[in-house]
Structures are given as structure tokens and as C-alpha cells.
């Protein structure tokens, strides 16, 4: 059974900094891209950032670009993000997902909230 289990997250100051982990069960991690999604009170979800099987190649949605970092542990299973110079408008559910030919998988998401 395919699981992804997001941990961290919580209530940080804008300008601070927070990690979120997934770690994934029931699969071959090693072998596939992993993305962050977001959902932000009242909107849709938003494709934060992926990286491929390997760890080598990564990408993000421009509003990150410069102060998020997504990174994978194949020996521990494992999906950070590492989230710096947060503003209010982070403040959103984050996702851990993958996507297989014929599904997609979901962690239940991780609270991110942004105030002062």
C-alpha cells in the first residue's frame, strides 16, 4: 500500500524559516519524481516543486524560486522542503505527491502558516 506521510510544518513569523518532510512506504521510492502541491485557504491546488527520481533535477513555481529547496533521501525514503524567507501568502496545506502511470497518491498535507 502506497503511503506518504508529511511531517514538520507549523506557525513561523514572515521572513522566518520552516522544513516539511514526507516520508514514503509501499514503493519504489528511487525510481520516480515526487512534487510538492500546496492549497491555500479558499484556492486551488498549487504545484510547488518537483524533483526527479535521482535527486539531480529539481524545479519550482517562480513564487518560490530563490527561497525554497526540495531535495530526496532514496535511503530514507524521504521528501524535504526546506522553506526560507516565508511570507504570509505561503501560509497553505502542503502536499507530498506522486503520480504513477494509472494513479495518484497523496499524503494527508502539513499546516504552513505564515503570520505575526
Known amino acids: 500500500e502506497v503511503q506518504l506521510v508529511e511531517s514538520g510544518g507549523g506557525l513561523v513569523q514572515p521572513g522566518g524559516s520552516l522544513r516539511v518532510s514526507c516520508t514514503a512506504s509501499g514503493f519504489s521510492f528511487g525510481s520516480y519524481s515526487m512534487t510538492w502541491i500546496r492549497q491555500a485557504p479558499g484556492k486551488g491546488l498549487e504545484w510547488v516543486a518537483g524533483i526527479n527520481s535521482g535527486g539531480s533535477k529539481a524545479d519550482y513555481t517562480d513564487d518560490v524560486k530563490g527561497r525554497f529547496t526540495i531535495s530526496r533521501d532514496n535511503s530514507q525514503n524521504a521528501l524535504v522542503l526546506e522553506m526560507n524567507n516565508l511570507r504570509p501568502n505561503d501560509t497553505a496545506v502542503y502536499y507530498c505527491?506522486?503520480?504513477?502511470?494509472?494513479?495518484?497518491?497523496w499524503g494527508k498535507g502539513i499546516q504552513v502558516t505564515v503570520s505575526s
Open positions: 505527491n506522486i503520480v504513477f502511470p494509472s494513479s495518484t497518491y
